[in-house]
């Protein structure tokens, strides 16, 4: 998997820059409340399902460390890279891990989520799991 990282975002140069960077804040904020149902139609359109933010923070990302079950469920099944990592090299499983949220780490580990990635500490979703003491998250992950 690639650890290259998004590029440090500038300052628009104009107005339709403004409004992009505007948009795209409102489809993070999207995912950030769950709003699976006003994504679709976006995704839909075509704006792209892995969009990230300048920390390198996916929608997937965003509605995981948020709880929304069924976000993080469309974004899947939108084609969702559930491995994609952050800036620190976090994925949504190690995200997901930390909360103890075993409600998530079922559809992203069956979306293909990697159990063995590590974030750039050398940590796994275990290892989070582990230092949260997030006991459920521990046990469906120890398998």
Not at 31 to 48: D, I, T
Not at 57 to 81: F, I, P, R
Request: charged share 20%; proline share 6%; glycine share 8%.
């Amino acid at each position: 998997m690639s650890k290259q990282q998004p590029g440090q975002p500038q300052a628009p140069d104009n107005q339709k820059d403004e409004d992009a960077v505007a948009f795209a804040q409102g489809i993070f904020e999207l995912a950030r409340n769950g709003a699976a149902g006003l994504l679709m139609p976006l995704l839909g359109a075509g704006v792209p399902v892995d969009i990230r933010t300048s920390e390198g923070e996916s929608l997937l990302m965003l509605a995981t460390a948020n709880d929304h079950t069924q976000t993080v469920e469309v974004l899947l099944e939108q084609g969702a890279n559930p491995n994609l990592a952050d800036n620190q090299g976090r994925t949504p499983l190690m995200i997901a891990a930390d909360n103890n949220a075993v409600h998530l780490i079922e559809p992203l580990l069956k979306a293909g989520a990697k159990l063995e990635l590590t974030d750039d500490r050398g940590t796994t979703a275990l290892d989070h799991a582990r230092a949260a003491g997030a006991e459920s998250a521990i046990a469906r992950l120890s398998v």
